[in-house]
């Protein structure tokens, strides 16, 4: 199960294109919002979530997704029990991805110590021991996936295809989509 944390002010593009993608590929995905069922991005959409913070099913957790957002990533960081799921899962070897703001809370919790990631630009300051690297769209390090921005959702999205569902289908779902 893929669960996108989806925080007020959150970044639609970062939330919706990754998931999305994910679908198309068959990957059971659920919008989770940490408050309230309605969630208002960083452009006033109202997105309806599939479930709460609290109806997470850790179990079942294979990747967790941090969209950016500066007010969807400061509801995140201001929010405990988002922060500890978002810990045990980097704890326990679930993929864990952001993109845009959001590797700052992987830095915030420790997760991105000493390793390869990248944020959004003018962001680098905030990403505490990692191993920032400026320029890239994507980068994975192990089971932690970064990404630089909106701009590079598609591309986020399809990483994350093709590590849950494999290269051939990430391709698939690529030509799908017209994604050059």
Do not use: N, W
Request: charged fraction near 25%; include cysteine.
């Amino acid at each position: 199960m893929v669960y996108v944390l989806l925080g007020e002010g959150f970044e639609e593009a970062e939330a919706i294109v990754p998931v999305d993608l994910l679908r198309r590929a068959g990957a059971e995905v659920s919008l989770v919002a940490l408050k309230g069922k309605t969630v208002v991005s960083s452009h006033g959409v109202k997105v309806e979530a599939d479930c709460h913070l609290k109806d997470v099913d850790e179990g079942k957790l294979e990747m967790i997704v941090i969209p950016g957002g500066l007010g969807g990533v400061d509801a995140i960081l201001g929010d405990q029990a988002a922060l500890g799921l978002i810990q045990r899962a980097g704890d326990r070897g679930a993929y864990v991805c952001a993109i845009c703001a959001g590797p700052t809370i992987l830095a915030h919790l420790g997760i991105a110590d000493r390793r390869r990631a990248v944020c959004y630009p003018g962001m680098e300051e905030e990403m505490g021991s990692a191993v920032v690297k400026k320029g890239e769209r994507v980068v994975c390090d192990g089971h932690m996936i970064t990404a630089e921005a909106a701009g590079s959702s598609f591309e986020f999205g399809l990483k994350l295809v093709e590590v849950l569902k494999g290269r051939e289908t990430a391709q698939k779902i690529k030509q799908a989509v017209h994604h050059r």
